[in-house]
Structures are given as structure tokens and as C-alpha cells.
């Protein structure tokens, strides 16, 4: 089983690699979707092999790589950790499900991707520095060119505006590892990027400030958190369905899971410090997010906001320090991973049919495509936190561990639920019903719209289903994530 990580993390990047030496458009889409289904299978025997009553991290494997800098091949999952890679595992075999028909350099386009899934599996599951660093980065390059070669009109704007914010936020992150890694050096006499030597350091609080500021700011970019936001709208209207599922799915969440994994931990008294800034700056992502894709007809740039919003919700549940709101923000990684990845293939679904994300060429949808009616439905649904789907538990853990002990931040962050609601229902009306202003000709083309195939529906049953299976029975899910709020919070 100590292997079983390094095949579910290296799987993709090999068959990338054997599908750019081979170029056959049909090998591609098959092998694609095989070894995202393996892998899928694969991460689902991790996750429920997951022991949540054994402390610590399991699938553990430590190699030596480079002895002289304390460098090692050194992996392992927690539960937040192997709950992200299942997840993270289903995104990606739904992506290659969704582009079977894609046309515009396929072999290309399914090699980027699968390089990505190497590079998000890794960065959840490295327990080395440099190993993780290079997986974080990794990610960058193939989503940059899947924004710049397959997105929309501005897409090479929004390429590169993704690309210089995120490498700016990283030059931090680098900055943050340097910092405990020199202080371990002068402390220790040795260098090591080993994380679970630095977890028993005890940094001063002077350096807790520094590297809590430097890892903060790398992390708030990935989520992104207020105000260096802005990239976010636009690489999601210009990327293609896939990447927008992927970007909202999976990359959004490394940013939340950073502050999980290495600022709770490390600097535990500098977290505590900042506490009020953070929760500021979610508060005002919340309701500011929330307000500004109310105000938007653009189909994927209101989705774009509702992500940031609800993000600002996970970020708000970690920084309580409280293990039910933390629970809450491990859940709501998940519960957003789906209900954003569904909403997203919603949106790349009414282009596809109808070559517009604006809300004024659309109208009377539900009449002619009632199964994607119901499919954006329920996406929507859980988004906005439905009883009964996995959006509903999350926040409702949040929003619980977080009015324990603060009641305000508590109140003030809940009315992003009631402006959720609006948002999505006023998108759904506008674009599903409101028959009567759509003009005859456009009535005419509705008629002749095909619903769901096969290649759209399987994406939708499964993350929908895992939705629900969430909402309806959270205790397993809970208990499993429960194990990193112990080891984060103790108790």
C-alpha cells in the first residue's frame, strides 16, 4: 500500500507522457478517461483505507533524494488530504469524460491535463517542501497554456494575468520556505524541507509573523481572497469548461489547504494574531463577491464570484480555530469542489448549444432541455446550500464552530447565503425561464437544441451524486476530516 500513492499521484503524467509520444487523437480520449477512471478507483481505496481513528499521516513513504540539502521523496495524506484527492480524482475523470468530442488539438489538450492532475494530486500529498513547491508550480505551466490555447477572445489576456498573479503569490510562498528552513539551519546545524521536522521546531514569534505574512500572501492569491482577486473573473470567462471546472474544482482549494496544512500548524501564535485581519478580508470577500455577481449577466463571470464568496466562507471556518467550523471549511472544499465543477459544465453546456455565456441571449431554456433543467437544478441548489446536499453541512459546521466565539463575524458572514440564494435563482430564472421575452427566431433555433448526451450526463449523476451522498449522510465524511482538526487543534 505505500506505493499505491506515488502510482495515483505519477499515473497521469506517465500516460501524458506515452500519449504525446504516440499523437493518436483516438489512443488519447481512451486512454484519458481509462487512467482517470483508474485513478479515480485507485484514490477511492486510499480514502476508504484511511484509518481516522490512527493519529498522524498514513500512505506514508520517505526516500532519500538530495541527502546534502535535507531533500527527500517524502509523501503521506491526512484526512482533509485524502478527502481533496478523491475529490480531486473525480474533477479530472469527469473532464475527460466532458471533452471526448473535443476537436482543437486533442492530444495536446489531454496531455496538459493530465500533466495538471499530477501536479494537484502532488501538492495535496507532499510532506517535503522542495517536493511540494515543485508541484505547486507544476500546475501553472499546463493551466497556462490550457487558458491561452483553448479559452475564449481575451484568453491570452487572462493567461497571463492567471500566470503573473500566481507566480507573484508563489515568490512568497518561496520566500516563507526560506525563511523557516535558514532559521532550522542556524537552530538545528543541518538543513531539512522535511515538514514533519519543522512541525516540532517551535518558532519564535517574531518569525511566526514574518513566514505567517509570506505563506499568507502565496495562499490568499491561489484562493483567491480579497483584494488580490481580480484574476479570477477573468480566467474563468475566457477558459474552457474544463479549465474553469478545474481552476474552481481543484486549484482554488490549494490555497485554503496551504493555510490548513502550513499556517495553522507552523505558527500557531501568529495565526491567532491575525486572526481579525483574516476575518476581515473573508467578510468583505463574502459579501462583496456575493453583491457584484448579483450585478453580473455574464453566466461564468457570476459563477466566478459566487466562487470567491464562498471561498471566503472556508477561509473564515480555518481561521475560527474551532474544530467544527474547521470541519465545516475542509467540507465546504469538497461541497464547493462539486457544486462549482457542476455549475461550471453547466455554463460550457449553453455554449456549446448556443455560442453565449450572456444571460440577454438566453431565456425559456427548461422547455427544450428539461434534463439539463433539473441538472443545473441541483447544482445550483447545492451551491447555495441546500438542505439535504453537501453545501448545506458545510456552512452549517461553519457557521456553528465559528458563533461559538464569534457571534458577529458569524451573523455578518451568513447573509452570504441569503444573497447565494439570490444570485443563483435570479441566473436560473433568466436563463431557464422568461419564455415570453425570448424573440420568435430564437424560439425556433430552442426547438431544434439536443439535451443531455451521454458524454454531458455521466459528469453531472456523478458529482451530483456525491453531492447528495454528502448532504444525506455526512457522518463518515465528518469523522474522516475530523482527523486533520485534531492534529491541527489537538484534542
Not at 36 to 61: A, C, P, T
Not at 237 to 257: D, R, W
Amino acid at each position: 500500500m505505500e506505493y499505491l500513492l506515488t502510482l495515483v499521484i505519477f499515473l497521469p503524467l506517465l500516460t501524458a507522457g506515452i500519449v504525446a509520444l504516440l499523437r493518436s487523437e483516438s489512443f488519447a480520449k481512451v486512454a484519458s478517461v481509462a487512467v482517470s477512471g483508474l485513478v479515480l478507483l485507485l484514490s477511492l481505496v486510499l480514502f476508504l483505507k484511511f484509518d481516522f481513528s490512527r493519529e498522524g499521516f498514513q500512505f506514508v513513504i520517505k526516500l532519500s533524494w538530495i541527502p546534502p540539502l535535507g531533500i527527500s521523496y517524502h509523501l503521506g495524506v491526512d484526512g482533509m488530504a485524502v478527502s481533496l484527492i478523491l475529490m480531486t480524482a473525480l474533477l479530472f475523470f469527469t473532464v475527460f469524460v466532458w471533452s471526448w468530442r473535443v476537436e482543437d488539438r486533442p492530444v495536446l489538450y489531454i496531455s496538459l491535463f493530465l500533466m495538471l492532475e499530477t501536479a494537484c494530486l502532488g501538492v495535496f500529498s507532499a510532506l517535503d517542501f522542495f517536493l511540494f513547491y515543485i508541484f505547486w508550480e507544476g500546475m501553472l505551466i499546463p493551466m497556462y497554456f490550457i487558458i491561452g490555447f483553448w479559452g475564449h477572445e481575451r484568453k491570452v489576456y487572462a493567461a497571463n494575468k492567471f500566470f503573473i498573479y500566481t507566480f507573484f503569490g508563489s515568490l512568497f510562498l518561496l520566500l516563507g520556505f526560506a525563511s523557516i528552513i535558514v532559521y532550522g539551519y542556524f537552530t538545528t546545524g543541518a538543513i531539512s524541507f522535511d515538514y514533519l521536522e519543522h512541525l516540532k521546531m517551535g518558532y519564535p514569534l517574531w518569525l511566526q509573523s514574518i513566514a505567517f505574512l509570506l505563506f499568507g500572501i502565496g495562499f490568499a492569491v491561489k484562493i483567491p481572497m480579497f483584494p488580490v482577486h481580480t484574476w479570477l473573473p477573468d480566467a474563468h470567462v475566457e477558459a474552457p469548461t474544463a479549465g474553469s471546472v478545474i481552476l474552481a474544482g481543484v486549484l482554488l482549494k490549494m490555497g485554503t489547504f496551504g493555510f490548513v496544512r502550513y499556517s495553522l500548524p507552523l505558527f500557531p501564535e501568529a495565526s491567532e494574531r491575525y486572526v481579525p485581519l483574516i476575518f476581515t478580508l473573508s467578510v468583505i470577500a463574502v459579501i462583496y463577491a456575493a453583491m457584484m455577481a448579483i450585478a453580473q449577466t455574464h453566466i461564468k463571470r457570476l459563477i466566478a464570484y459566487s466562487s470567491i464568496s464562498h471561498m471566503g466562507i472556508v477561509t473564515l471556518g480555518t481561521f475560527a480555530l474551532d474544530s467544527d467550523a474547521l470541519n465545516g471549511a475542509v467540507y465546504m472544499m469538497i461541497a464547493h469542489g462539486l457544486s462549482s465543477a457542476a455549475l461550471f459544465f453547466a455554463a460550457g453546456f449553453i455554449y456549446d448549444r448556443i455560442h453565449s455565456y450572456n444571460m440577454d441571449d438566453l431565456g425559456g431554456l427548461a422547455r427544450y432541455l428539461p434534463n439539463f433543467a433539473v441538472a443545473f437544478m441541483i447544482a445550483g441548489l447545492a451551491s447555495i446550500g441546500l438542505p439535504g446536499l453537501a453545501g448545506f453541512v458545510a456552512e452549517f459546521l461553519v457557521l456553528l464552530g465559528t458563533f461559538r466565539e464569534h457571534p458577529l463575524w458569524a451573523v455578518v458572514a451568513g447573509t452570504g447565503m441569503i444573497l447565494g440564494a439570490a444570485y443563483f435563482l435570479y441566473m436560473y430564472k433568466r436563463v431557464m425561464f422568461e419564455e415570453e421575452t425570448v424573440p420568435e427566431v430564437r424560439i425556433r433555433k430552442w426547438k431544434q437544441l439536443r439535451d443531455l448526451e451521454f458524454h454531458h450526463l455521466l459528469p453531472f449523476v456523478l458529482i451530483l451524486f456525491a453531492a447528495l451522498l454528502m448532504g444525506l449522510y455526512p457522518a463518515p465524511f465528518v469523522r474522516i476530516m475530523n482527523h486533520t482538526a485534531k492534529f491541527v487543534l489537538g484534542g
